[in-house]
């Protein structure tokens, strides 16, 4: 596979089908577009991971178009690609995480690292910092002093919630709210 | 799922977490909002400051002055920020402490506890003084069961012993009879019909004991040597 360096994509190696104009239509033939969505999966995974890119924008994101063709992937597409994303656990809707009522489908938390994965390395962490049975707020673990350096440093807070959420369902975790609705999570 | 319970019922903590973790949380979040509040100021004082050295850049001093006393303020109010954050710190800090001391007297607490539970087992000194004699009254006993039984044992082993005499005593008068059979006969016990008496000696010593035994049971003593061979 031959990868050619783009301009914009900084040391992104992109493979050789991004420079291919029938990557950039959706495919008819149902099984020539279920190989097109999984490439597309591949790289939006790659993609997200090289850059530390959490959520891109259906509308905004410059990875579906490609300047030097120049095709750019229909909306359509970019939705039936995001509904194979989500299906396929390899990205969530960001706005569903948090707010339940009538999500947007335009923001997509890409899951380069699976859900569980996340939730593995905030574990970790809490064991590590000995911060089992105590309690932390969510912010702390996206911007507090005790979170910096790690790999979900940053996160957006749709992430985390996830990763948490995952936690609790291990029942390694308990996800709370104080009186005055500060969000926060107690390890177990 | 948790946050919407949450939501609904305020006051109400989920299971395994109780009221201080609540109080630690509220804390905690508000040393999260103070810390942003101090990025923020950070912010802010340094585009103060830039501001202010544009100004004076232009020449327009006044102002450059305004930029600079907002400069001053928002770094004032930063620095109160972070002392709180470090008070606030502290307190967390103390609580932490506190709890982890609650746990060790917890702690200490069941462990005595416990500790008077197995002494209460064991009834204290005269149970175990009483036990001790009696271990001791047991242990008499015991061996004196044993002595008996050994002694039974004994008697038993006199018996075998004598009966083992016997049969060697018995033993040691076939073999006379056998070297009585090659030369002239001459013991009253020796009956004519034991001639083929040679073959004996090859079996080995049980089978002669045996033989022996056969011949005191049945007291033919014929029959007994034409066995041998086989």
Sequence with gaps: ?188 | MGQLFAKKHKAEPPPNVDQDDMALLDLKTHRDKLQQSSRKLEQRASKSHEVARTLVAEGKKTQAMLALRRWEQQKRLGEDCQNHIARLQELIASIEMAQLTKGTVDALKTGVAMMKRIQQDIGGVDQVQRLLGEQEEVQEAQQEIAAMLAGEGGVEDAEMLSEFSRLQEEAALSTLTKADAEAPATTETLAPDTVPVEETPQPVSEDKVELVEKATVSGTRAATPALVPA
């Excluded at chain 1, 891109?56 to 194979?84: C, G, V």
């Design chain 1, 1 to 188: 596979m031959t990868a050619v360096v783009m301009a914009d994509g900084k040391d992104f190696q992109f493979p050789a089908f991004y420079q291919l104009p029938p990557f950039f239509t959706l495919q008819p033939h149902a099984g020539v577009r279920a190989k097109q969505l999984e490439l597309w999966k591949q790289l939006i995974s790659e993609y997200c991971s090289f850059h530390r890119l959490f959520i891109i924008n259906l509308t905004e994101e410059p990875l579906f178009r490609n300047a030097s063709l120049p095709r750019q992937l229909p909306f359509e597409a970019r939705l039936a690609l995001a509904e194979h994303l989500v299906t396929h656990s390899a990205a969530l809707w960001a706005d569903e995480v948090e707010a339940k009522e009538a999500p947007k489908k335009e923001r997509l938390l890409v899951l380069w690292r699976s859900v569980s994965a996340w939730a593995d390395l905030i574990l970790q962490w809490a064991t590590e910092n000995a911060l089992i049975g105590s309690v932390e707020t969510v912010q702390g673990l996206i911007d507090g002093e005790a979170a910096q350096g790690q790999e979900f440093y940053g996160a957006p807070r749709a992430l985390i919630m996830a990763a948490l959420q995952e936690l609790q369902r291990r029942n390694r975790a308990t996800i709370f709210r104080s009186s005055t609705g500060a969000e926060g999570v107690k390890f177990l």
